[in-house]
């Protein structure tokens, strides 16, 4: 009798003896030794099935509530049995399947971070398997950093830099930050490396002095820069960096941006407002969450707010990004109010939670009395009603954190 043979007999014989449930788990595990994971999928599918009184295959129909609710259970189990070891060996498109519903993604992220760091040698194997890390990372939203490593790596900047405009931009903003963090460091580095080759050769170190002071190096030699990147691509960074609160990347980004004020007028680029001189007004957003020309910076983005066009809502919400992020929660709350409301749909600043609300400036500012009442005045009584839990969730937590001879006293008085 043949192996095949063998295995058909050994399962007639177990489900006669221990029935259905028995024979799929001896299946099961038959097919977990051969690594047959598509196979076990199934198998696992048609157990379940047989273990809630349903035929194993076919169409089911509508089913109760509770025993769909038990047969998603059996299927999400099936998914993560069939899909991590797909992972762990490199088949990163069929896991994906399986895992895409039914695994926690940063679970999936570090998996696959892992598998990246081992993958062999470029080659054919190698291509393939970095493809598929990069479909699930990027284009799937999984880990968005890891796949514009990969892009940096494997593909350079310019693909970077365009994948994240159509892949990353539009995540959250706390999904956003560790790839845009990454854009950053990189050209920081390809500007860096550049600037040292200026002035020392080959033997350079790009680390040994940081771009400000070759920059101040240069002017004090009255010479410019030479140019050192793809001026497309330092604006771009320049505009993503924007949303790193991180002292790191934020001085980087001033730092790239000090040294885009030092390029000849004619390779640069005009901006949006409130950015038209991308070079001179990153410096100064960047730089004024350094410390550096705070009242300056300020003084332009309110400059560059009150000059907007009435549609056009960017400059107003840099301004209080900016004021926000300065700890200057009144001013930033002013700056919000001062919007005109016009009913459309949000800007990317907002739907990407890249921005505060108004309730959390209220609350930083102490300000509930000036948030209800222009709620009152534009008749927005969502946002009020918003406030008014927020402010009373605020004093109970007050309340709550007096000693209780205070508490009597606050009730006295």
């Known amino acids: 009798m043949s192996p095949a043979s063998d295995e058909f007999a050994r399962l007639e ?14 299946l099961a595990e038959s097919l977990a030794r051969q690594r047959r994971w598509h196979a076990l999928f199934d198998v696992r599918l048609m157990q379940a099935r047989t273990s809630l009184h349903l035929p ?8 109760p509530p509770a025993l769909r609710e038990a047969l998603d259970a059996h299927s999400l189990a099936a998914c993560r049995e069939a899909g991590w070891p797909l992972l762990d060996e490199g088949q990163v498109a069929a896991a994906w399947m399986y895992l895409r519903a039914a695994a926690p993604m940063a679970e999936v992220a570090a998996r696959l971070a892992r598998l990246a760091a081992a993958a062999p040698a470029a080659d054919e194997q190698a291509a393939r ?8 990372a990027l284009w799937e939203g999984v880990d968005p950093a890891l796949g514009i490593s990969i892009l940096l790596e494997t593909q350079g900047t310019c693909n970077a830099v365009t994948a994240y405009e159509q892949a990353v931009s539009r995540l959250p903003a706390a999904r956003q930050k560790p790839a ?14 550049g600037l040292a080759l200026d002035a020392h050769g080959a033997a350079a170190d790009p680390a040994a002095t940081s771009i400000g002071d070759r920059l101040a190096a240069l002017a004090a030699a009255g010479a410019g820069p030479g140019l050192h990147c793809d001026v497309s691509h330092l604006q771009s960074v320049l505009r993503i960096a924007r949303i790193c609160p991180d002292e790191p990347t934020l001085r980087q980004a001033w730092e790239l941006a000090c040294y885009a004020c030092l390029l000849p007028a004619e390779v640069v680029y005009p901006g949006e407002p409130p950015f038209e001189d991308m070079g001179r007004c990153s410096r100064l957003f960047f730089g004024a969450h350094l410390g550096h020309d705070v009242a300056e910076a300020v003084a332009h983005f309110r400059r560059a707010a009150a000059l907007a066009d009435p549609g056009d809502t960017l400059p107003s919400d840099v301004l209080v990004l900016l004021l926000w992020r300065l700890r200057r929660p009144a001013e930033a709350l002013a700056a919000a109010l001062a919007q005109p409301r016009d009913g459309g749909m949000p800007g990317i600043m907002h739907a990407t939670g890249m921005m505060p609300s108004l ?11 000036s948030l209800l009442d222009t709620c009152r005045d534009r008749g927005d009584e969502i946002t009020f009603a918003a406030t008014l839990a927020a402010a009373a969730h605020h004093k109970a937590g007050i309340s709550r954190r007096q000693p209780p001879e205070q508490e009597s006293q606050s009730r006295e008085a």
Request: avoid cysteine; proline fraction near 2%.
């Open 13 to 26: 014989r177990i489900g006669a003896e221990g029935g259905g449930d028995a024979m799929f788990e001896a």
């Open 56 to 63: 194993p295959t076919g169409q089911l129909g509508d089913l």
């Open 129 to 136: 398997l970095y493809d598929e890390i990069l479909s699930v």
């Open 180 to 193: 845009a963090s990454m854009l950053v460091a990189h050209l920081h580095g390809e500007v860096a490396r």
């Open 359 to 369: 309730v959390e400036l209220a609350s930083a500012a102490a300000a509930w009395q």
